[in-house]
């Protein structure tokens, strides 16, 4: 199991990725993340959210609120032109780190 | 059914007497649960054990509290530094810039009418510029979603700051200097004003109101 303050650092790529393919609320942001990392990556409401509303401040996420067919309103998150950039230095910086950490920790795949 | 915003708001009132956390960001995390814990139904897991999960989900309320409106707290930092604090200080460099070069360029800038004790020094050339630094800082200010107040604020910001001056340097020489304190005549310190506060807002307001209107008709067009 990942430890949360490493989790936390991961969440800001997480999260744009999972956007990169359409809008999505807060839950299914969660789940998405859940699914793709095979559990390994799952963030609390204490996680998720205040980093959710962080990126919207900064501009990389726009939310609005939609009525679903149940009837329910979910606030959908979808990534801003700004957020798009971001991703994309933001995967070659993990990527750096990675290969960094790989050489000093002899860390390897599983 | 369960009341999943009394559960929202009730993990708030634990952790803090006042939560002081929007109504909108309870119903959105409320949103969260109910999901979470309509898709464990889904899954078969008993409702006791589904709201145990739950509330695993929700984590630390106290945390989540403190990370809600401290996000909360850094954008209305964000937002006053991008829609007042930059272009308000873009707008005064601004119109600093245009004085220095119309003095750079021997621009003819004071206007005295003759024979009067208390002269009117008016730079012209200097309050014919500033409705473009207006629009400008009215512009930077719109861009970035500012409103009302805030757009006038940054337009008349050069302004502001003279008069702000004109009132630090009265103050200081009536502290400090009464023997030339008492030769200052309020006439000349109200033609001064009126030379470098008063006429230099006035234009710049004219560039806020002509740059706001541009706007509105832009937008109209696009419509």
């Known amino acids: 199991m990942i430890r949360t303050e490493l989790k936390r650092g991961t969440a800001e790529l997480a999260i744009l990725s999972v956007l990169e393919q359409g809008p999505l609320h807060g839950y299914q942001i969660g789940r998405q993340i859940e699914e793709r990392s095979g559990g390994a990556l799952r963030y609390t409401l204490a996680a998720l959210y205040p980093l959710l509303y962080r990126m919207e401040h900064r501009g990389w996420l726009k939310a609005e609120w939609e009525t679903g067919v149940n009837g329910k309103r979910r606030r959908c998150y979808q990534l801003t032109a700004k957020g798009k950039k971001m991703l994309a230095p933001m995967r070659a910086e993990w990527a750096d780190l990675f290969r960094a950490l790989r050489r000093v920790a002899k860390v390897t795949h599983a | ?223």
Not at chain 2, 94 to 121: D, E, I, K, Q, T
């Open chain 2, 1 to 223: 059914m369960h009341d999943w915003r009394r559960y929202v708001r009730q993990g708030f009132t634990e952790s803090a007497q006042r939560h002081g956390v929007d109504e909108q960001v309870v119903e959105e995390l409320a949103g969260h649960l109910d999901d979470y814990f309509t898709a464990l139904r889904l899954h078969g897991v008993p409702e006791a054990e589904a709201m145990r999960q739950v509330a695993i989900r929700a984590g630390d309320w106290e945390e989540l509290r403190r990370g809600v409106l401290k996000a909360g707290r850094e954008e209305s930092m964000n937002d006053r530094v991008r829609q007042l604090w930059i272009p308000a200080l873009v707008t005064l460099t601004l119109a600093n810039v245009v004085l220095a070069l119309l003095l750079r360029a021997h621009v003819p800038l004071a206007f005295v009418p003759a024979g009067s004790y208390a002269s009117l020094c008016l730079y012209v050339p200097w309050i014919l510029m500033l409705p473009l630094v207006g629009a400008t800082g009215s512009f930077l200010a719109r861009r970035d979603a500012a409103e009302g107040w805030k757009v006038y604020f940054v337009g008349l910001f050069p302004a502001v700051v003279l008069g702000g001056l004109f009132l630090l340097v009265l103050g200081f020489v009536s502290i400090f200097d009464r023997n030339t304190a008492r030769h200052i005549a309020l006439s000349g310190v109200l033609l001064g004003v009126t030379g470098w506060v008063v006429l230099p807002a006035i234009a710049l307001l004219i560039g806020v109101a002509v740059e706001g209107l541009f706007r509105r008709s832009a937008s109209v067009t696009r419509a």
